[in-house]
């Protein structure tokens, strides 16, 4: 067979696989944002249960956790109809956003006997992004610090290398696998764990970030 050969035999088997890999993304966009909203609407929950110890606190992170549901379902919704999720172009204090963060973790935190915290460092600049998203991704990792690790999470943001370092660190024993093999897994829809990792990283990519 000659190279021109060759080349137009794989393109029907390329055409064949376009509308798999297309639908394969479909469903991994509908699998992320099913992930997205049981996350809130389980941490809402809690923190309902949390009021009767500090109801203040316990009331905004139910509020700010429906908030998130919301934007869960209106990906469910644009992952139902093939579209990529919604994006805003914000300027993020990065700063409030850890506090806000800490703010609606913390009454869900205290039935674990863990705490949420914030370190404070030097001054943050400001980031381009959406806020919405920014709190999704560290969220995803405060929830994962609180489900697989250990001691208190702390969150930390830092200048670094003209942007953003943001930091969340537990005192548990860490990943099982590298972060990037369990991202990876997640993008093609295999393995148990992971997509709250794969999720954070892709909201982190968008701003050109990682």
């Known amino acids: 067979m000659t190279g021109a050969q060759a080349v137009l035999a794989l393109a029907p088997a390329a055409l064949a696989l376009a509308p798999w890999l297309a639908a394969r993304r479909r469903l991994e966009r509908v699998a ?3 992930h997205e909203l049981r996350a809130p609407l389980c941490a809402a929950r809690l923190a309902v249960h949390a009021a009767a110890r500090d109801p203040g606190p316990a009331l905004a992170a139910v509020d700010r956790e429906l908030e998130r549901a919301a ?3 209106a990906d469910l919704e644009a992952a139902r ?3 990529p999720p919604a994006q805003r172009r914000d300027r993020v204090d990065v700063a409030a956003l850890l506090d806000e963060v800490r703010g609606g973790w913390a009454p869900l935190a205290w039935p674990l006997d863990r705490e949420v915290r914030v370190e404070r460092g030097g001054p943050v600049p400001a980031v381009a992004g959406d ?3 920014l709190a999704q991704a560290v969220g995803n990792l405060v929830a994962n610090a609180l489900e ?3 001691g208190p999470v702390v969150l930390r943001a830092r200048a670094a290398g003209g942007g953003v370092r943001i930091e969340v660190d ?3 024993g ?3 696998v590298p972060l990037a093999r369990l991202v990876r897994r997640r993008r093609s829809g295999r393995g148990a764990r992971g997509r709250g990792l794969a999720i954070a990283a892709a909201i982190a990519r968008r701003p050109g970030g990682r």
């Open 32 to 34: 992320r944002a099913g």
């Open 71 to 73: 934007l869960a379902l």
């Open 81 to 83: 109809a093939g579209r």
């Open 131 to 133: 806020a919405r998203r």
């Open 148 to 150: 697989h690790g250990d």
């Open 170 to 172: 537990d005192a548990g």
């Open 174 to 176: 860490g990943l099982a």
